[in-house]
Antibody, heavy 119, light 108 residues
Framework: EVQLVESGGGLVKPGGSLRLSCAAS????????MNWVRQAPGKGLEWVSS????????YYADSVKGRFTISRDNAKNSLYLQMNSLRAEDTAVYYC????????????WGQGTLVTVSS | SYELTQPPSVSVSPGQTARITCSGD??????PYWYQQKSGQAPVLVIY???KRPSGIPERFSGSSSGTMATLTISGAQVEDEADYYC???????????FGTGTKVTVL
C-alpha cells in the first residue's frame, strides 16, 4: 500500500525557517517524481514544487522561488522541503504527492502537515 | 503567471448532471486533470489526461476538453459527490504546474 506521511510542520515566526519531511513507503520511491502542494486555510490548492526521480529536474512556483528548496534522499525514501524567510502567507497545510510516471498527475497524497507563520 | 479559471460553485439535485468547466490558454496543448477534495481530506484524482479514470473512480465521472476549455461531468450526481473540485495542468513549458481556482459542488 502506498503511504506518504508528512512531518515537520508547526508554528514559526515571520522570517524563520522550517524543514518539512515526507516519508514514503509501499512503492519504489526512486522511480517517481514527487511534488509539494499547499492549501491555505479556507483557500484552494497551490502547487509549490516538484523534483524528478534523480533530482535532475527541480521546479518551483514563483511565490516560493528563492526561499524554498526541495530535495530528496532515495536511500531513505524521503522527500524534503526547506522553507526559509517564511511569511504569513505561507501559512497552509503542506501535502507531499507522488507524480505518475510519464504524466504530471499526482496520484497519491499524504494527509498533510500544518505550517503556521505568525508572531 | 499561468492561471486556470473555474466557476466558484455549481449546484444540482441528486440524479442530475453537474458540469464544471476549467479555462486556460495552454489547455489545447497540455492535458487537464481533475481532483475531488472533501472537507478535511486530501485531494483525490478523479480524471487524468482529459478523460481517463483511475481505478475505483465511479463511471459517472467523465472528462472532456476542447480548445482552451476542459469540462468535468458528473452524470447522475450523488449526495456523496458534494466536494470541492479542482482542475490541474501545466503552463506551456510543462515545467510549472497550476491548480484551477476550484469549484464547490453542492448536491441537494
Amino acid at each position: 500500500e502506498v503511504q506518504l506521511v508528512e512531518s515537520g510542520g508547526g508554528l514559526v515566526k515571520p522570517g524563520g525557517s522550517l524543514r518539512l519531511s515526507c516519508a514514503a513507503s509501499g512503492f519504489t520511491f526512486s522511480s517517481y517524481s514527487m511534488n509539494w502542494v499547499r492549501q491555505a486555510p479556507g483557500k484552494g490548492l497551490e502547487w509549490v514544487s516538484s523534483i524528478s526521480s534523480s533530482s535532475s529536474y527541480i521546479y518551483y512556483a514563483d511565490s516560493v522561488k528563492g526561499r524554498f528548496t526541495i530535495s530528496r534522499d532515495n536511500a531513505k525514501n524521503s522527500l524534503y522541503l526547506q522553507m526559509n524567510s517564511l511569511r504569513a502567507e505561507d501559512t497552509a497545510v503542506y501535502y507531499c504527492a507522488r507524480q505518475l510516471v510519464h504524466s504530471v498527475a499526482l496520484d497519491y497524497w499524504g494527509q498533510g502537515t500544518l505550517v503556521t507563520v505568525s508572531s | 503567471s499561468y492561471e486556470l479559471t473555474q466557476p466558484p460553485s455549481v449546484s444540482v439535485s441528486p440524479g442530475q448532471t453537474a458540469r464544471i468547466t476549467c479555462s486556460g490558454d495552454a489547455l489545447p496543448k497540455k492535458y487537464p486533470y481533475w481532483y475531488q477534495q472533501k472537507s478535511g481530506q486530501a485531494p483525490v484524482l478523479v480524471i487524468y489526461e482529459d478523460s481517463k479514470r483511475p481505478s475505483g473512480i465511479p463511471e459517472r465521472f467523465s472528462g472532456s476538453s476542447s480548445g482552451t476549455m476542459a469540462t468535468l461531468t458528473i452524470s447522475g450526481a450523488q449526495v456523496e459527490d458534494e466536494a470541492d473540485y479542482y482542475c490541474y495542468s501545466t503552463d506551456s513549458s510543462g515545467n510549472h504546474s497550476v491548480f484551477g481556482t476550484g469549484t464547490k459542488v453542492t448536491v441537494l
